[in-house]
């Protein structure tokens, strides 16, 4: 038997999201899943997962709160009921997901809010950002700035978001917000 989950990945040559893609559990123990995107190499490069894990999401989610998500074979218009009656497979129970935390909590990190945050891609570095969006327990954060395509979805609990101050408080370099260069003015001809 199958479960199917999400999770949202990375391209780190572009620096930007490559959407969320699907992924195929296989087996668990001790509550931990092997998990795996579909495809031929499934077996061979899929990663231990705790299904308390901040990258899993139950089937759904990404529909449910607008969030691209990718099919097999970079299908453009990917349909879950279609795929688990296709693969025969059964979707994994909410209730093995975190859950989302409730609205008080959520509050913290109201939209327009200010904050710092390491960039996923290229996690040394720590940037004046925005909260954007709540997209259920996931923050889209905005990188003061770069363009929205830049943005990124960090666990409202992840350990990358910082408050204002942080990297001064612990002597880090915070890297300066992205400003767009004036192209060079004309000169008057006399």
Known sequence: MQDHVSRKSC?????????????????????Y????????????????????SAFMFPVGYAEKYNIKLGG?????KFDWSDY??????????E?????IPDQKYM???QIGAKLESSDMCENHLV???????????????????????????????????FPLGWCEMHGYKLEPPKVEEEPP?????K
């Open 72 to 76: 097999p074979n970079d299908t453009e």
């Open 107 to 109: 509050d913290h990190f």
């Open 11 to 31: 391209n780190k040559k572009s620096r930007k999201w490559a959407g969320t893609l699907y992924l195929s559990r296989y087996i668990a123990q001790g509550g």
């Open 95 to 99: 209730s093995l997901f975190r859950p």
């Open 127 to 161: 940037c004046p950002a925005t909260v954007a969006a709540h997209k259920g327990r996931l923050l889209q954060i905005h990188f003061d700035g770069w363009e929205d395509s830049y943005d990124q979805l960090f666990d409202v609990h992840s350990s990358d978001i």
């Open 185 to 189: 003015k004309k000169k008057k001809k």
């Open 33 to 52: 899943l092997r998990v795996g995107m579909d495809g031929p190499d499934v077996e061979s490069e899929c990663i231990p997962l705790h299904c308390t």
């Open 84 to 93: 688990l009656q296709q693969s025969g497979a059964i979707a994994a129970p």
